[in-house]
């Protein structure tokens, strides 16, 4: 299967519309889980640096990238549930990103 990521993120909405519905109580379940992803990555890395003694490192450099892919995923997935389309949205923050890297014109 040679599937885009965009149309993964829509079958992710798909799926999870399905399962549990659109209604408000969904869209910020699909949004806080922003947060609980982040908070991955975060103890990823607190086990990349081995910054918890009890443990020491426990986590690679992979471990953190797919920590803070599974962020990016869910994202997208959260502004597809928003009824927007996800690759014109992260494209548009792209350019916005790119405009401040560009020196202007002279």
Known sequence: MNESIWDAARAARAWLDAANGTGQAELTCRI????EEAGEVAGAWIGLVG??????????????AAELADVAF???VAVES??????????????KVR???DPPAT
Request: aromatic share 0%.
């Open 32 to 35: 806080l889980k922003l947060t």
């Open 51 to 64: 910054q918890n003694p009890r443990k020491g490192v426990t986590h690679t450099h992979e471990d953190v």
């Open 74 to 76: 869910t994202a997208l």
């Open 82 to 95: 928003l009824g927007l389309d996800a690759r014109t949205v992260l494209e548009a923050c792209a350019a």
């Open 99 to 101: 405009t401040r890297l």
